[in-house]
């Protein structure tokens, strides 16, 4: 029972270097999405899928890529990381379609980018 | 476009003492939820409680409540009798509930509770 698994929950980068944030649930949720936690900002929606195959964007997009060809795995891309881009980042899951369809939340990815 | 506002940053609470959180939001979507929930200094995302655009009664999960005025489009939290594990950083969150709608999850800004003894 694992829920939704956040690897790596800590990272430091150097400016320009690329890393991937692997997200995974084992509950066949339809939705996933990543957001980006910072200090009196909330979470900010980066991207979203309602299956696989199907992504979108959410509030803060720019410097992030994701791809989803599984239902169970959503991983985000950093292509050519940024100070900017210092952050926790929540990978979520959920059921789509009507009703109280709760976010089910990873752990947190603590990233710094030097 | 969806958008959830939360506008007090910070509150203060006696313990044993009712507290009242404000959320106020904006959405195109004819049906949507409304969420609550909870991160403590430890930072885990803990749901609290579920509010149906169409349902009739106001949600009620324990000392949770949520006060939800349609026309107003507020779905303010209410918290009965703190405890001081209630001390953490809360968040007010929307989706739309139809296909085709604003299905993504969106959330506010959070405000900071601190409970005193």
């Known amino acids: 029972n694992a829920g939704v698994t956040q690897t790596p929950k800590f990272q430091v980068l150097k400016t320009g270097q690329s890393m991937t944030l692997q997200c995974a649930q084992d509950?066949?949720?339809?939705?996933m999405s990543w957001y980006r936690q910072d200090p009196g900002m909330g979470l900010r929606l980066i991207h979203y899928?309602?299956?696989?195959?199907?992504?979108d964007q959410g509030e803060v997009p720019n410097g992030y890529n994701v791809s989803r060809s599984t239902t169970e795995d959503f991983p985000l891309r950093l292509l050519s990381a940024a100070p900017s881009q210092t952050s926790v980042y929540f990978c979520?899951?959920?059921?789509?379609?009507?009703?109280?369809?709760?976010?089910?939340f990873g752990a947190g990815s603590r990233l710094t980018v030097l | 476009a969806q958008k959830i506002t939360q506008t007090q940053p910070g509150m203060f609470v006696q313990e044993k003492e009712a507290v009242t959180l404000d959320c106020t939001y904006d959405?195109?979507?004819?049906?949507?939820?409304l969420f609550w929930y909870k991160q403590p200094s430890s930072g885990e995302m803990i749901f609290l409680i579920y509010?149906?655009?169409?349902?009739?009664q106001n949600a009620t999960e324990g000392r949770y409540s949520l006060n939800f005025q349609k026309a107003r489009k507020s779905a303010n939290l209410v918290i009965s009798a703190s405890q001081l594990g209630d001390s953490a950083m809360y968040f007010c969150?929307?989706?739309?509930?139809?296909?085709?709608?604003?299905?993504?999850?969106?959330f506010g800004k959070g405000m900071k509770l601190t409970v005193n003894p």
């Open positions: 979520a899951s959920t059921e789509t379609g009507a009703g109280a369809n709760v976010l089910t």
């Open positions: 509950m066949n949720h339809e939705y």
């Open positions: 899928s309602v299956g696989a195959g199907i992504t």
């Open positions: 959405t195109s979507d004819p049906s949507y939820g």
């Open positions: 509010q149906g655009s169409y349902d009739q």
């Open positions: 969150a929307m989706r739309g509930l139809l296909q085709g709608g604003s299905e993504k999850l969106v």
